[in-house]
């Protein structure tokens, strides 16, 4: 299991950074179609963040933020965003992800509403890529063996 | 401007050909893991120069913050894997 590290130097800049690599990520999100990055990219440096915190911070402190519980909740969260937003427009008698259909709930024109349906869509791939990211991560640094599952 | 570009990034590449002979060689582990860092900030800036060849700065310069962070990250996590190993 990966514990708390001894070096302040390694400790103080991963806590200083990490908030900072969580805003970068989330601009990444947004700007997916301007310029290169998108929901995954923007995930992996999300999901990037937390195995940051979980090197040098250790799994015990890292669990007060995000638990395993938490990780299912979230990976499970955006595959019901990306297939929600999918069906919605099926509902509206459109084709799977044909975003141009959500302009008649959201009453905004069209290309306006293919913009923002591709938007809640990486926003969905985004949460599941760094939710999975983080619980493979922790997988792997445990050996599938948790610290709770042997408390039990 | 751009021929300026151009053997700035070529050289930068020939360094990363001198720093390669410490990853291949390096006595030790601690070598290569610096050697490796180095060849990372070395790639950025030439990903950098890139940008400024193709005339689109602004979208490069999002691709070395992301390999910035990614090379630090695995640089911690490697010396991590060793300190647990000993």
């Known amino acids: 299991m990966i514990r708390q590290s001894d070096d302040i130097i390694i400790g103080t800049v991963a806590r ?7 805003l970068f990520a989330l601009y990444v999100i ?13 995930g992996v440096i999300l999901g990037a963040s937390l195995v940051l915190l979980l090197i040098t911070h250790g799994l015990p402190e890292t669990k007060k933020l995000l638990s395993e519980k938490g990780v299912a909740i979230l990976s499970s969260l955006g595959l019901l965003i990306y297939s929600g937003i999918g069906l919605l427009c099926l509902i509206l008698l459109g084709n799977y992800l044909d975003y141009s259909q959500l ?15 591709i938007l809640g869509i990486e926003t969905g791939v985004g949460l599941t890529v760094m939710a999975v990211m983080f619980s493979i991560f922790i997988d792997i640094s445990t050996g599938g063996v948790l610290p709770e599952d042997e408390e039990e | 401007m ?10 930068i590449s020939f360094l990363v050909l001198l720093v390669l002979y410490r990853v291949v060689f390096g006595p030790g582990v601690y070598n290569r893991i610096a050697a490796i860092s ?9 990903l950098l120069i890139m940008g400024f060849i193709f005339h689109r700065v602004d979208m490069f310069v ?8 990614l090379n630090f990250i695995g640089c911690v996590a490697v010396a991590k894997y060793l300190e647990m190993e000993s």
């Open chain 1, 30 to 42: 947004m700007h997916g179609h301007y310029s290169p990055g998108g929901g995954f990219q923007g």
């Open chain 2, 38 to 46: 180095a060849i990372g900030t070395k790639s950025l800036i030439i």
């Open chain 1, 16 to 22: 200083m950074l990490v908030p900072f690599i969580q």
């Open chain 2, 2 to 11: 751009n021929q300026f570009f151009l053997g700035a990034g070529i050289g």
């Open chain 2, 62 to 69: 999002d691709i070395s913050m992301v390999y910035a962070l």
């Open chain 1, 103 to 117: 302009s008649k709930i959201l009453q905004v024109a069209p290309n306006e509403a293919r913009s923002l349906g």
